[in-house]
């Protein structure tokens, strides 16, 4: 069964800093591509980053560029995401993800670790 349990979400002050961290299991992601995603209150849910497991390369949104950075440690099954320069904008539940490098469907989704920015 896969699972992937994300965790680090908190509240903070705008221009803090948090690191996400997503725990993957249940399958060899070898694969996979793993991706953070993001959804405020009312909003739709927004793509925020995604990395390749086997060979490491990201893609950014926009908005996070510069602020937000995804890695992966291979040896403990973990994909991270280290929220820099926050702001009340990226208030919202953070979500992890995973989609096979041959599928544009994302298979497998986290429950969710809330972030809160106050100004």
């Known amino acids: 069964q896969v699972r992937l349990v994300e965790s680090g979400g908190g509240s903070v002050q705008a221009g803090d800093s948090l690191r996400l961290s997503c725990a993957a299991s249940?399958?060899?992601?070898?694969?996979?591509?793993m991706g953070w995603f993001r959804q405020a209150p009312g909003k739709e849910r927004e793509f925020v980053a995604d990395?390749?497991?086997?060979?490491?390369?990201?893609v950014y949104a926009d908005s996070v560029k510069g602020r937000f950075t995804i890695s992966r440690d291979n040896a403990e099954n973990t994909v991270y995401l280290q929220l820099n320069s926050l702001n009340p904008e990226d208030t919202s539940a953070y979500f992890c993800?995973?989609?096979?490098?041959?599928?544009?469907?994302?298979?497998?989704w986290g429950q969710g670790t809330q972030v809160t920015v106050s100004s």
């Open positions: 993800a995973a989609r096979s490098v041959s599928s544009g469907k994302w298979d497998y």
């Open positions: 249940g399958r060899s992601f070898s694969s996979y591509i």
């Open positions: 990395i390749s497991w086997s060979d490491g390369n990201t």
